[in-house]
């Protein structure tokens, strides 16, 4: 068994707004292992890149405020990193690729210059070994180098998400979190990117957590899955343990929206109905207004978890089996 | 390269058609010969005058000579004075031209640390306090307050001069104050692109990429809204040239603003034409650098462009 790189532990977080309170993340709990890629997956607004957020310590810059849990790195608590241990999380532990590469670059500067921002946030290189670096991870990725001197502007979406990839290379992260990396990109060069991300994180055992609400995607790439739902982890269990058997109405219909695992069907199913409104702290269980099969009772009482085999859990009360 | 030349072509025709506009609206706004005949001239002296003064000719003729006097660079004589008016234009220029400058450094050099801390503080008192000065600087009309700054440091303390250039002291009170008033939009310009910036996908990636918060806000979030702020100071440096006769007649500042005032008021059509022509020339050479400057400061222009 491998060693756990991040825990989430029952962690929650709120938002104040002008509207009243907003519960973003509630009782998440789960962990990814060293040289894993753990998919998160949902719909937009489930909480996915809050999590996010909130695993790198951005999410306070946003307003996000844990209410309860932890968040441990390599068995640190995040929260208790002061400003130079947060420095080095952000700039060499960790790093994110973002979903639209076209807005994560600073269009003032060339790729040159930023890659070698990068490398001195890591630190550990003087410039002229940084240039030699950034040239041998260019040549790696089989970008040519009359890049370097180009501005964001002008290259193309797929273009810079490989320098975003070069900037992972560059970083030596242990864990990777990939936002919906290639939401923007075309899909011709889509797959492309997925197999760079692979061969990164195969080549310096790195950590994905690959956040996505393309289930094809996340089937592509992950060992492991957590489904996300109204800020809320509703099942999560290995790939296999997901496909074969989910047990969570909601993973079932997003699966069947999504043409996918293993449920005979002649078209794409929709689910109908709204995510709820995170302003209420629901009392039953947050996909109950939705879901078919809800009785009384899954209006009325949050679920518990429930195991279904090795690290198979989901949260509900009449979980499919 | 190809673009300052594009930049300078566009400047020279610019320059043309604003030549002929006031050459047609000076002669537009009246006769300037009842200005300059004692009352009671007769008919005949009138036309003399006006015959000395080249208006009998048809107006292609005039402006005919108008421009091929301009180009040797020659703008005729001031009517009333009698002086050339180039003359009399250069020797107030640089007078308006030092006020716009301190008002306008003083303007940046306030906004620019004030700006970026009210966004960086952003919702908090200290951004609060920033928007309520600001609101104020911009409110108060600069002829209140130009008094009020004579009658509490010329007549009271007599730390400086009440009006004037004469003393190095006397631009101190015109230049604050304009600086104060160039500020308070300036800060409020800046404070709001910075905020934007600091929101930006960029500026969060450069945080999560582990880059030194003061580099991310200095290279990052200020570059990015620092272009607006220059824009910005051409616009107000072009208006306090052309149009700072407020301020110049509180402190009794001898320059352009009060010259043109006067040559207007007087139709000394010779110092109207080339005061005009000056100033449109001057802020289409400014606009033009300007351009330049963003260009150099932002790759996106030059390949727009």
């Given at each position: 068994m491998s060693e756990k790189l991040l825990e989430v532990n029952h962690y929650s977080a709120e938002m104040k707004t002008d509207g009243g309170t907003l519960y973003i993340l509630q009782d998440i709990n789960f962990h990814v292992n060293e040289d894993e890629c753990f998919g998160i997956i949902g719909e937009s607004g489930c909480g996915k890149t809050m999590t996010s957020m909130a695993i790198l310590r951005y999410g306070e810059r946003l307003g996000l405020a844990r209410s309860g849990g932890e968040i441990l790195f390599q068995g640190e608590n995040v929260e208790s990193f002061g400003r130079k241990r947060l420095k080095e999380y952000n700039g060499k532990d960790t790093l994110i690729i973002l979903q639209d590469p076209m807005q994560a670059l600073d269009p003032l500067f060339t790729i040159e210059k930023q890659l070698l921002e990068t490398v001195k946030a890591r630190g550990g290189a003087s410039k002229a070994e940084a240039r030699e670096e950034i040239r041998e991870v260019l040549k790696k990725l089989s970008i040519s180098e009359e890049k370097l001197k180009c501005y964001p502007h002008e290259l193309s979406g797929g273009m810079l998400q490989r320098i975003v990839g070069a900037m992972?290379?560059?970083?030596?992260?242990?864990?990777?979190?990939?936002?919906?990396?290639?939401?923007?990109?075309?899909?011709?060069?889509?797959?492309?990117?997925?197999?760079?991300?692979?061969?990164?994180?195969?080549?310096?055992?790195?950590?994905?957590?690959?956040?996505?609400?393309?289930?094809?995607?996340?089937?592509?790439?992950?060992?492991?899955?957590?489904?996300?739902?109204?800020?809320?982890?509703?099942?999560?269990?290995?790939?296999?343990?997901?496909?074969?058997?989910?047990?969570?109405?909601?993973?079932?219909?997003?699966?069947?929206?999504?043409?996918?695992?293993?449920?005979?069907?002649?078209?794409?199913?929709?689910?109908?109905?709204?995510?709820?409104?995170?302003?209420?702290?629901?009392?039953?269980?947050?996909?109950?207004?939705?879901?078919?099969?809800?009785?009384?009772?899954?209006h009325k009482a949050l679920p518990e978890l429930q195991e279904f085999g090795d690290g198979h859990e989901a949260l509900c009360w009449r979980p499919r089996i | 390269?190809?673009?300052?030349?594009?930049?300078?072509?566009?400047?020279?025709?610019?320059?043309?058609?604003?030549?002929?506009?006031?050459?047609?609206?000076?002669?537009?706004?009246?006769?300037?010969?009842?200005?300059?005949?004692?009352?009671?001239?007769?008919?005949?002296?009138?036309?003399?005058?006006?015959?000395?003064?080249?208006?009998?000719?048809?107006?292609?003729?005039?402006?005919?000579?108008?421009?091929?006097?301009?180009?040797?660079?020659?703008?005729?004589?001031?009517?009333?004075?009698?002086?050339?008016?180039?003359?009399?234009?250069?020797?107030?220029?640089?007078?308006?031209?030092?006020?716009?400058?301190?008002?306008?450094?003083?303007?940046?050099?306030?906004?620019?640390?004030?700006?970026?801390?009210?966004?960086?503080?952003?919702?908090?008192?200290?951004?609060r306090l920033v928007i309520g000065i600001s609101s104020l600087e911009e409110a108060v009309p600069i002829f209140f307050a130009g008094i009020f700054v004579i009658q509490i440091f010329g007549v009271k303390l007599k730390i400086l001069p009440v009006s004037g250039a004469d003393s190095p002291l006397g631009i101190i009170g015109p230049s604050v104050l304009l600086g104060l008033a160039i500020s308070g939009s300036m800060t409020m310009l800046l404070r709001n692109n910075m905020i934007q910036a600091l929101e930006s996908e960029y500026v969060k990636f450069a945080r999560l990429r582990g880059i030194a918060e003061y580099k991310v806000v200095l290279k990052h979030a200020l570059r990015n809204s620092f272009s607006s702020v220059l824009s910005f100071s051409a616009f107000v440096f072009a208006n306090l040239i052309a149009g700072s006769v407020v301020i110049e007649s509180v402190f009794n500042w001898p320059g352009i603003g009060m010259l043109s005032y006067n040559s207007v008021i007087g139709r000394d059509f010779p110092m109207v034409q080339a005061v005009v022509l000056i100033l449109a020339v001057f802020m289409i050479v400014l606009s033009t650098v300007i351009d330049i400057i963003l260009a150099f400061l932002d790759p996106r222009i030059r390949k727009a462009e």
């Open positions: 992972v290379i560059l970083h030596k992260p242990k864990l990777i979190i990939a936002d919906e990396p290639t939401t923007a990109l075309d899909v011709s060069i889509q797959l492309q990117y997925l197999k760079l991300l692979k061969q990164i994180q195969k080549e310096y055992h790195t950590s994905i957590i690959f956040i996505s609400h393309d289930i094809k995607v996340i089937s592509m790439m992950c060992d492991r899955i957590a489904v996300m739902y109204g800020g809320r982890v509703v099942e999560q269990g290995t790939k296999e343990q997901l496909f074969s058997s989910p047990v969570h109405p909601y993973t079932r219909a997003l699966f069947k929206s999504g043409n996918m695992g293993g449920i005979p069907q002649d078209r794409y199913e929709t689910i109908e109905g709204n995510p709820p409104d995170l302003h209420e702290k629901s009392e039953g269980c947050p996909f109950a207004d939705r879901c078919k099969h809800a009785r009384e009772k899954c | 390269m190809k673009y300052i030349v594009k930049k300078l072509l566009q400047a020279v025709i610019t320059i043309f058609i604003v030549s002929v506009i006031i050459f047609l609206a000076v002669r537009a706004s009246g006769d300037p010969v009842n200005n300059l005949i004692p009352d009671g001239a007769t008919k005949q002296q009138k036309e003399l005058i006006t015959e000395q003064l080249g208006l009998d000719k048809p107006l292609i003729v005039q402006y005919g000579i108008f421009i091929t006097d301009v180009l040797t660079g020659d703008f005729g004589n001031s009517y009333t004075s009698k002086r050339p008016v180039l003359e009399v234009i250069f020797e107030k220029l640089p007078y308006t031209l030092e006020l716009a400058v301190v008002a306008i450094l003083i303007a940046v050099v306030l906004t620019i640390p004030i700006g970026s801390l009210a966004a960086l503080k952003r919702n908090t008192w200290i951004d």
